[in-house]
């Protein structure tokens, strides 16, 4: 939406005024806003288990398992150039990076590769991913408003398939996510599991449509 600035302009009312209604809808939760971003419309979050954000601990957990990670990679790099295009950076951008491998009772379950744009979660790095999951954290602090899915079958390099204990010739189920805050792309992620895990989504179309459309 426009700045405070631009809106006192149009239509003639107080700063004050401006920003009491904007503070209002955001309590509503009409509109989202993104500290050194800007004010967007919040769009309706999805309510499945596949389009919904959540935590690999959290499914572990309703499956009465229990949850373990090792973080096999945490710092701030360079965004290069597919990350600049895919996150929507600018060149020379720096970006969060992790790699987190999950555990269910102890068996490697998910390869987590995730790119985080520093600008909405900026003390991502500081946090102690082997007590709180990346998605956790992100949920906490991250008015996440839109996801993309992408589901692929493929055969693992040599060193996911030694992270994630597969035979020769076993496939891996690859989840491509970004995510969004606003208009700002908040996340990268690879997901990567084994062939034999399962990914489950229910989910209810908008109220009025058809499931055939």
């Known amino acids: 939406v426009p700045s405070e600035h631009e809106l006192v302009r149009e ?7 401006v920003n009491r209604a904007i503070r209002e809808l955001v309590s509503e939760g009409y509109l989202t806003r993104i500290q050194g ?4 419309v919040a769009a309706r979050r999805a309510s499945s288990a596949l389009i919904e954000i959540k935590s690999i601990a959290k ?9 373990s990670s090792k973080v096999l990679l945490l710092r701030r790099e360079t965004a290069s150039q597919d990350l600049v295009f895919s996150m929507n950076l600018k060149p020379g951008e720096s970006v969060f990076h992790s790699i987190i491998l999950h555990m269910e009772d102890g068996v490697p379950v998910q390869y987590e590769d995730k790119f985080v744009n520093p600008s909405l979660a900026p003390q991502y790095l500081e946090q102690d991913f082997a007590s709180i999951t990346p998605s956790q954290y992100l949920l906490e602090v991250v008015p996440l408003t839109e996801a993309e899915h992408i589901i692929e079958a493929v055969m693992p390099d040599s060193e996911i398939r030694k992270l994630l204990k597969l035979k020769s010739g076993e496939p ?4 491509h996510r970004r995510t969004w805050a606003g208009k700002v792309i908040a996340t990268r992620t690879r997901f990567v599991y084994p062939g034999r895990y399962q990914i489950f989504g229910r989910f209810k179309p908008p109220q009025g449509s058809n499931m055939e459309e």
């Open 11 to 17: 239509w003639g009312v107080s700063r004050m005024t």
């Open 37 to 40: 971003v800007g004010t967007f």
């Open 59 to 67: 499914e572990i957990q309703e499956r009465n398992g229990l949850h």
């Open 172 to 175: 891996c189920l690859v989840l």
